[in-house]
């Protein structure tokens, strides 16, 4: 059994900060890639940002220059710093994980490709 357990959510200003953490139990992770994905109300879930098991990184054009990730893969987690964030970042972010492949760099932002999600934490960015 696995289980991705996000957190770090919650209610902030525009331009404020937040960080958001994700750890993986069991066999959630294992050598894996990591990724966070959002759904705002209404939409679909999209990609965020996704790092490798060698701490390769990836930014969707929305968040690139304010998001950061980045994981311990000692601890078996992975981080999300957010900064000057938008009213547009308001979403419900998951925490989600895939085995190693050798095509991860040509999927890492389908969400079919990942095998493991966490139950979601919301970060509302009020104006």
């Known amino acids: 059994q ?7 959510g919650g209610l902030v200003q525009v331009g404020d900060s937040l960080r958001l953490s994700c750890i993986a139990f069991g066999s959630a992770c294992t050598s894996c890639h990591m990724a966070w994905f959002r759904q705002a109300p209404g939409k679909a879930r999209v990609f965020v940002s996704a790092i490798t098991w060698d701490h390769t990184r990836y930014y969707s ?12 893969n000692a601890k078996n987690s992975m981080a999300l710093q957010m900064n000057s964030l938008k009213p547009e970042d308001t979403a ?3 925490c989600a994980s895939a085995q190693k492949s050798t095509d991860y760099s040509l999927k890492y932002h389908d969400a079919s490709a990942y095998n493991y999600w966490g139950q979601g934490t919301q970060v509302t960015v009020s104006s």
């Not at 696995?2 to 770090?8: K, T, Y």
């Open 2 to 8: 696995g289980q991705l357990v996000e957190s770090g």
């Open 61 to 72: 054009d929305s968040v690139k220059g304010r998001f950061s990730i980045s994981r311990d």
């Open 92 to 94: 419900v972010y998951y």
